[in-house]
């Protein structure tokens, strides 16, 4: 089968190299830099993605493509997808909705799995998986970072994804579920300590949680994104002097970008909690995600693009129904559950946990 990877970034790069000793692989960039990167596993592609009618026409010469391009073009490159009639895994972080082109997903005979990467994405599969498992939910929670290993100041992380993406955490209200109601909370209104694996780090409530918050029913349901200690005090800063507004941001990534650009291996971590009734008793559940920088890949591109070729091979195999599909619904199910991990496993991602007696109060 012929893929295209949108996107010859880092993730789009893990993706394609995944995937290149089981399909034809073809990745699409407008960077002739970035597609020359990907040469040796992929046929490249000269592509601008923002042209929709351009990107509609490379789609139809495919019956399957993966979406890695930043978050705003995201929803453009599913709508393209349904024109097209090219099934769709996608990792971008769109602000728009895209269940609400199920409809059309559905009278296209098109499969769209969106948010396939790491968070979200397998944050929505594990949880799945535990809420499945569980007769009622009470309270999830995921803890969830992408970090360097030797942190610099003053900023204390390493860019390894969209920086644009990066600021939009930090801007966008997080939604979370409290006492049954969704709400949305300023993300750095809110910041607690959270010891993982014999680490401190910083948490803030982030927007994660998306198509989670009608998927899956709880009384609290929330996402949190560590940090190392000392970066969120100087984001708080930055975002209160309008840094962050639209008319800066060219100007402020111009700056800070560098200050977050250097050499250091990076490592994933994710400790995704459950807690809820099981055959009429309290019971808790804990999955543990830690992944570090191999073969040349951070371990951010390995662990979003190597879920999302997970999940691509799943479509590829036509195991999903027509329509739009968040990707907790592939937790839910047992098989593609087990198809997922075994993937990551066997590219040496340590996954460990299940239903046990985990608390999921971090704080």
């Known amino acids: 089968m012929k893929v295209l990877v949108l996107g010859a970034g880092n993730i789009g790069k893990a993706v394609a190299y995944d995937l290149?000793?089981?399909?034809?692989?073809?990745?699409?960039?407008?960077?002739?830099?970035?597609?020359?990167?990907?040469?040796?596993?992929?046929?490249?592609?000269?592509?601008?993605?923002?042209?929709?009618?351009?990107l509609v026409e490379a789609l139809r010469k495919f019956e399957l493509a993966v979406g890695t391009l930043p978050g705003n073009l995201g929803y453009s490159v599913v709508k393209?997808?349904?024109?097209a009639g090219t099934d769709l895994v996608d990792v971008s972080f769109m602000p728009e909705n895209p269940l609400e082109l199920r409809d059309k997903a559905e009278e296209a005979r098109v499969t769209v799995i969106f948010d396939a990467g790491f968070a979200p994405g397998l944050s929505h599969i594990l949880m799945g998986r535990l809420w499945a498992e569980l007769d009622t939910l009470e309270e999830g929670l995921i803890y969830v970072g992408g970090l360097p290993k030797h942190p610099r100041p003053p900023l204390y992380y390493r860019i390894t994804w969209s920086p644009k993406d990066l600021i939009e955490e930090y801007v966008r209200k997080a939604r979370v579920t409290r006492n049954g109601e969704i709400l949305e909370i300023d993300p750095l209104s809110e910041v607690r300590k959270v010891r993982i694996k014999n680490m401190e780090f910083e948490a803030f409530p982030s927007d994660?949680?998306?198509?989670?918050?009608?998927?899956?029913?709880?009384?609290?349901?929330?996402?949190w994104t560590l940090r190392w200690?000392?970066?969120?005090?100087?984001?708080?800063?930055?975002?209160?002097?309008?840094?962050?507004?639209?008319?800066?941001?060219?100007?402020?990534?111009?700056?800070?970008?560098?200050?977050?650009?250097?050499e250091s291996p990076d490592f994933s971590i994710m400790e995704v909690l459950?807690?809820?009734?099981?055959?009429?008793?309290?019971?808790?559940?804990?999955?543990?995600?830690?992944d570090e920088e191999k073969d040349g890949l951070s371990s951010m591109s390995r662990l979003t693009g190597f879920t999302a070729s997970s999940v691509a091979r799943i479509v590829s195999e036509s195991s999903c129904?027509?329509?739009?599909?968040?990707?907790?619904?592939?937790?839910?199910?047992?098989d593609t559950f087990?198809?997922?991990?075994?993937?990551?496993?066997?590219?040496?991602?340590?996954?460990?946990?299940?239903?046990?007696?985990?608390?999921?109060?971090n704080s």
């Open 208 to 223: 994660g949680l998306r198509s989670l918050l009608w998927s899956v029913r709880a009384k609290k349901l929330e996402e």
């Open 80 to 83: 393209a997808a349904l024109k």
């Open 338 to 361: 087990n198809r997922i991990l075994e993937d990551l496993k066997d590219r040496g991602v340590m996954i460990e946990g299940g239903i046990e007696n985990a608390s999921p109060d």
């Open 274 to 290: 459950a807690r809820g009734i099981l055959n009429g008793k309290m019971t808790t559940g804990r999955y543990l995600v830690y």
């Open 20 to 54: 290149r000793d089981e399909f034809d692989v073809y990745v699409a960039d407008i960077s002739k830099e970035r597609l020359d990167a990907v040469k040796e596993f992929a046929t490249p592609i000269k592509l601008d993605a923002s042209r929709f009618d351009d």
């Open 229 to 262: 200690p000392g970066h969120l005090e100087k984001i708080k800063v930055l975002r209160e002097l309008g840094f962050f507004e639209e008319k800066n941001l060219d100007f402020t990534l111009n700056v800070i970008a560098p200050l977050m650009t250097y």
């Open 321 to 334: 129904i027509y329509g739009v599909i968040p990707p907790e619904m592939l937790g839910m199910r047992i």
